[in-house]
């Protein structure tokens, strides 16, 4: 199992960035994928997650609204796209795996996942 997160980057607030996790190594239809961040400081968080076999896909309170998770099969990547960022998005965002069926409920516990991508910066600044 292999994951790579990239995307990552420096904007201002309101901006966009779309971080993208290839994977491989697996059936990406068949398994869960979470994004997490972690800034300076304080302990890594989850941001998204997405249920494959069903669709189903679960968000922080904190990006509801403003982030969005997707699934290409045909690439083998999952997709963050996140919009109207603040300062406060500043951290490491990660991906991760794990074989979570449908009706799992929210995943968005860094304790859930056994399969990690390295880490891509996002800096949110004025």
């Known amino acids: 199992v292999q994951l790579q997160a990239s995307g990552g980057g420096s904007v201002q607030p309101g901006g966009s960035l779309r971080l993208s996790c290839a994977t491989s190594?697996?059936?990406?239809?068949?398994?869960?994928i979470g994004w997490f961040r972690q800034a300076p400081g304080k302990e890594r968080e989850g941001v998204a997650d997405i249920i494959n076999r069903d669709g189903a896909t679960h968000y922080a309170r904190s990006v509801k609204g403003r982030f969005s998770i997707s699934t290409d099969v045909s690439k083998n990547t999952v997709y963050l796209q996140m919009n109207n960022l603040k300062p406060e998005d500043t951290a490491v965002y990660y991906c991760?795996?794990?074989?979570?069926?449908?009706?799992?409920?929210?995943?968005?516990?860094?304790?859930?996942?056994?399969?990690w991508g390295q880490g891509t910066q996002v800096t949110v600044s004025s």
């Open positions: 190594g697996f059936t990406l239809d068949q398994w869960s």
């Open positions: 991760a795996a794990d074989r979570w069926p449908p009706g799992s409920g929210e995943l968005l516990l860094p304790r859930l996942f056994a399969h």
